[in-house]
C-alpha cells in the first residue's frame, strides 16, 4: 500500500510538471501566432484604409482563416464583422479601451461556446480597432487528450504500485506467515509442525533453529506424557486394592459410628476421585502421545448420543435431532467419551443434563448439551477447558468436585476431530455445552 501511494504521488507530481510546461508551451506559441497573424492582417486594413478602397470588406473575408475565425473592425460610428458572426457585445469593454487608447491587448474568451484568443490591435490613421479572435478549438482538444492520457497514466501507476506492492510485501512476508502458522500449530496442540525448508541463506538459521527447537518441545512433551502414563499405570495396581478395600469398608459403613465414620466416608469419596483422575490421566496421556491414532469412520452422531443417553443410571435425558442424522470422521470411543464427559460435568456441577440436541450447521455437526444449574461465569468459560482446572470448585474435595480433567479431555478429542468446543449461556438459564465437529463428506 505505502508502495502504491508513493507511486501515485511520484506519478501525480510528474504528471503536474508535465501539464504545466507542455500545456504552458502550446498556450505561448498558441497567443505569438495569433498575435503575429493579427499585426500582418492589420496593417493590411491600415493600408486599405489610408487608401480609402472600395474592397474592405472583400478583404476582410479573405483575411478569416478558417469557418471559426472571427474579424472585427471598429470605425466611429460602423462595426464591420467578417468570418463567424459573433456579438460584439463579448467583447470586454476593458480589451477594446486599451485597444483604443492605443495599446496592444490579448485575452483568452470562449464566444459562443468555441475557445478563442482575442487580439485587440489599435489603427491610429481611422481611429479605429481591429480584432481578431483566432479559434483554439484544435488546441482544446490536445489538452484534453493530453490530460486524459496523464490521468490515466497516473492511476495505472498507482495500480500498478499497489500490485507490485502487494506482491512483493506477500514475498517478503511469506516465510514471516509459515512461522506464524507452525507457532499457531504448535500452540493449539500440533507438536508436528514445522517450517519447510529455505532456500533463502538469510532465512534458513531462522527455519533451522525453530524446528530445532519444536523437536525438543515434542520430545519433551511426549517423554513427559510418558511419565505420567507410566506413573498412572504404576498407580492402577494399589489404586484397584484400594477402591475393593473401600467398597468393603463403605458396605459396613453402619457398623462404625461417629468420627470414625465420617473419616471413612471422607477416605471413600477421596479414593473415588483418585480412582477417576487417574483413569482420566491415563485417556490424557495417551491423547498427548498420539500413538493410539485409529482409521476414522463415519459415525451417526445421533446413534452414537442416542446410545451414551441409554447406557446411563439417570433417567432419560430429552433429544432434539436433525434428521437426517449429520454424520462425522474420527474415533467413535473418543466421541463416546466427550459425550459422557458433558453429561457427566451436567451431573456433577449442575444438576443434570435437561436437552441434549444434535443438529446440523452448514457443514458442521453441532451438539447441545443443556443443564439447570448457576451457568459458567465468562471470565471462566475458557479457562474450565484446562486441565485440573475446576473453576470455582478449585480447592474443594469430595466425589462430587471432579477431577478437573474431563473437560479438558472433551476439548483434547473434540481437537482431534478437527472441531471446537464452547460454554454459551441457556436460554432461560444455566449452561449450553457447545460441540461443532465437520461433517463427513456424503
Known sequence: ???????????????????????????????????????????????????????????????????????????????????????????????????????????????????????????????????????????????????????????????????????????????????????????????????????????????????????ALEQRVLRDARFAGDVSHELRSPLTTMVNAAEVLRRRRGEIPGTAGRALDLLTSEVDRFARMVVDLLEITRADQQGDDSAPESIDLVALVTNVLAARPRGPVPLAADRPAPHVLGDRRRLDRVVNNLLDN???????????????????????????GPGVPAGLRTRIFERFNRGERAGSRGAATGSGLGLALVAQHVQRHGGTVRVEERPGGGARFVVEIPEAAS
Open 1 to 215: 500500500m505505502v508502495l502504491g501511494v508513493g507511486s501515485l504521488l511520484l506519478t501525480s507530481v510528474l504528471a503536474l510538471v508535465v501539464w504545466n510546461l507542455a500545456s504552458g508551451y502550446m498556450l505561448r506559441q498558441r497567443e505569438q501566432s495569433a498575435v503575429r497573424q493579427a499585426e500582418v492582417d492589420v496593417r493590411l486594413v491600415d493600408e486599405s484604409l489610408r487608401a480609402a478602397s472600395d474592397g474592405l470588406e472583400e478583404l476582410l473575408t479573405g483575411l478569416t482563416a478558417g469557418p471559426d475565425t472571427t474579424i472585427l473592425l471598429f470605425r466611429p460610428g460602423q462595426v464591420l464583422t467578417s468570418g463567424r458572426q459573433v456579438d460584439p457585445a463579448v467583447l470586454p469593454p476593458k480589451l477594446l479601451q486599451l485597444a483604443r487608447d492605443g495599446v496592444p491587448a490579448g485575452q483568452r474568451l470562449v464566444v459562443g461556446g468555441i475557445p478563442v484568443y482575442a487580439v485587440t490591435l489599435p489603427i491610429a490613421h481611422a481611429e479605429g480597432v481591429y480584432v481578431e479572435m483566432a479559434p483554439m478549438v484544435q488546441l482544446d482538444r490536445t489538452f484534453r487528450f493530453l490530460s486524459a492520457v496523464l490521468v490515466t497514466g497516473t492511476v495505472v501507476s498507482g495500480l500498478l504500485g499497489v500490485a507490485l506492492g502487494s506482491w512483493a510485501s506477500r514475498r517478503a512476508l511469506r516465510p514471516l506467515t509459515a512461522l506464524t502458522d507452525a507457532a499457531s500449530r504448535i500452540a493449539g496442540g500440533d507438536l508436528r509442525a514445522r517450517l519447510p525448508e529455505q532456500t533463502d541463506p538469510d532465512l534458513t538459521p531462522l527455519a533451522t533453529t525453530f524446528n530445532t527447537t519444536a523437536d
Open 346 to 372: 451436567a451431573e456433577h456441577h449442575a444438576g443434570g443434563a435437561v436437552r441434549v440436541a444434535v443438529l446440523r450447521r452448514g457443514g458442521w455437526a453441532r451438539l447441545e448439551v443443556d443443564d439447570e
